[in-house]
């Protein structure tokens, strides 16, 4: 790191920003920036919007043109070598005359990995490691998927103060601000798909589609119904084909697709269901579920990240709490946390939180 200068910084900050533009959009694919620089001055930049459209690096070069040839080209993905729905990126920066690739961090898909190799090979001079950190979390779904096999799993929690999140019967509208559900929604918006268990649905009766934002594609929705209780009426069943995991065998749903991944207690084995999400593509899965899914995902070790909206309300008892688990034998047994993000968000405060 101490051989990048503040330009450099500068200028890998710009290419993360144009990242995060394909938030929404970019998935399967990761979510990858490109500046093309003379010195200060900026020649081209790009970002890569869906999978299938152009990369970054060549939306980046057709702003440059000429004006290529002997730049720094800074971006956020080690530039891919192979040959998909586009041509390798590594080939094409090599061609325009760039003298210098500074990329964030190496892809972590074998399929495409490789470019600071060919980029090298044709004398381009390559560096890793500026704000490397930013590019993973940016992408950290495509790099949970890529290199654990599994999606990252976001669980989203609108509590009140004393950890309640719904009435005794499940009912749930609504214990969060309005400010608080259309922030909801922008994390709904970044999934590739959104996961609920059939106790959500049989009382909730959620739809699970971003609302708030203007986003191009809806996530998939996901419905963990291990007896297969699914109701025809369901709003889920609306719109997009719905992904159903179920332990026994059966007929699907209307507009849905059925996935029978049962385990020794007649449950739906959830950590092959996280596998077979990610075999689809999925990079973050947006959980909103009930107490009983919570706790199931959470003792499985499926839970990477929790969203917690809090609202400065109490429930009390006995309305249902985060996740149903038992209560260990010691205090030092518990499961602790560590506070990545904490925003007020309305009148409610939003928690980013990761397991230690």
């Known amino acids: ?11 890998m900050a710009r290419a993360l920003a144009l990242a995060e533009r394909g938030l929404f959009t970019a998935t399967p694919n990761p979510r990858v920036g490109c500046v093309i620089a003379q010195g200060h001055r900026i020649v081209g930049e790009g970002w890569h919007e869906r999978a299938g459209g152009p990369h970054a690096e060549a939306m980046a070069l057709a702003a440059a043109g000429d004006g290529a040839r002997g730049a720094t080209v800074y971006v956020t993905l080690e530039p891919c ?24 961090v190496r892809d972590p898909n074998r399929e495409a990995a490789g470019g600071a190799q060919a980029l090298a090979a044709a004398g381009v001079r390559v560096e890793f490691g ?13 790099f949970s998927r890529l290199e654990r096999g599994r999606p990252w799993v976001r ?3 609108a509590a009140t103060l004393d950890g309640r999140t719904a009435l005794a019967d499940g009912r749930s509208r609504w214990i969060t601000g309005r400010e608080a ?35 191009p594609r809806q996530p998939l929705r996901v419905v963990v ?38 385990n020794a207690r007649g449950k739906v084995e959830l950590p092959a269901m996280l596998e077979e999400l990610a075999r689809r593509g999925v990079n973050e899965l947006h959980v909103e579920a009930g107490a009983r899914l ?23 008892e006995p309305a249902q709490g985060i996740a149903a688990l038992e209560a260990p034998g010691t205090l030092d047994a518990r499961l602790r946390l560590r506070i990545v993000s904490l925003e007020r968000v309305g009148e409610d405060l939003r928690l980013l939180a990761r397991p230690r």
């Open 1 to 11: 790191m101490s051989g990048f200068s503040g330009l450099d910084r500068a200028m």
């Open 155 to 157: 669980m989203k929690v």
């Open 225 to 262: 119904d291990s007896r297969l209780e699914l109701p025809e009426s369901a709003r889920i069943l609306a719109g997009e084909r719905v992904l159903v995991f179920a332990a026994r065998e059966g007929r699907a749903p209307p507009n849905a697709e059925l996935v029978v991944l049962p």
């Open 294 to 316: 919570n706790g199931s995902l959470v003792r499985e070790g499926c839970v990477d990240e929790f969203l917690v909206y809090l609202n400065p309300s109490l429930l009390g």
């Open 81 to 104: 070598n192979h040959h998909g729905r586009t041509p390798p990126c590594a080939e094409a920066l090599a061609r325009a005359g760039v003298a210098r690739v500074v990329a964030a």
């Open 130 to 142: 500026l704000l490397a950190e930013a590019a993973r979390e940016l992408n950290v779904g495509f």
């Open 181 to 215: 559900r259309a922030d909801a929604h922008r994390w709904r918006a970044r999934a590739c798909a959104i996961l609920t268990g059939i106790g959500t649905v049989k009382a909730d009766d959620p739809q699970l589609t971003v609302r708030e934002v203007r986003t």
